[in-house]
T-cell receptor
């Protein structure tokens, strides 16, 4: 069974640009979660999608947005990039009824210069 | 407002000894708790979980203890092995059905040979 896959692995952008990060969940998983891990910090919740709908979002500005496609894959878009957006962005998927939490991908390392 | 806190950013333990990682939470609605382990350049992987109806759950060398009155949980690793060296995150949720997880800031465990 393929795990959660994220692309690209690394992304370098200039301040003010837009970044698009992609996530493919485990087959059959309908929920996708996005987390940000900035250097030296824990995992900060960004967004939760389930069945194509945004279910919840964390305390991030509106320039962080995303969507979930009919095949349950997901995109995270970050507009007007700032230097402090440099972080590891982790995607996770789960079954709504899953009792053991999420399965995470390996993340996308976004560097804003 | 950090609802899940890991107050020790790092812990160093000798191989073969016990490692005890601690976690505190403030939200009394949390009723499901998990520990994740994260190696560099990888996504977090699920380690062990506990429901609030229990006060202990054991899986091999790993045991999680929950003290609901103190809003405190701990992860015990016995005996510790060098391969256990990683960052450990505790997480909490309301319910265990794939709901949003709130993570602590992580504790870096170093097990010395």
């Amino acid at each position: 069974e393929a795990g959660v896959t994220q692309s690209p692995t690394h992304l370098i952008k200039t301040r003010g640009q837009q970044a698009t990060l992609r996530c493919s969940p485990i087959s059959g998983h309908t929920s996708v979660y996005w987390y940000q891990q900035a250097l030296g910090l824990g995992l900060q919740f960004l967004l939760w999608y389930d069945e194509g709908e945004e279910r919840n979002r964390g305390n991030f500005p509106p320039r962080f947005s995303g969507r979930q496609f009919p095949n349950y894959s997901s995109e995270l878009n970050v507009n007007a990039l700032e230097l402090e957006d440099s972080a590891l962005y982790l995607c996770a998927s789960s079954l709504v009824a899953q009792a053991y939490g999420y399965t995470f991908g390996s993340g996308t390392r976004l560097t804003v210069v | 407002d950090q609802q899940v806190k890991q107050n020790s950013p790092s812990l160093s333990v000798q191989e073969g000894r016990i490692s005890i990682l601690n976690c505190d939470y403030t939200n009394s609605m949390f009723d499901y708790f998990l520990w994740y382990k994260k190696y560099p350049a990888e996504g977090p992987t699920f380690l062990i979980s506990i429901s609030s109806i229990k006060d202990k759950n054991e899986d091999g060398r790993f045991t999680v203890f929950l003290n609901k009155s103190a809003k405190h949980l701990s992860l015990h690793i016995v005996p510790s092995q060098p391969g256990d060296s990683a960052v450990y995150f505790c997480a909490a949720s309301v319910g265990n059905a794939g709901n949003m997880l709130t993570f602590g800031g992580g504790t870096r465990l170093m097990v010395k040979p």
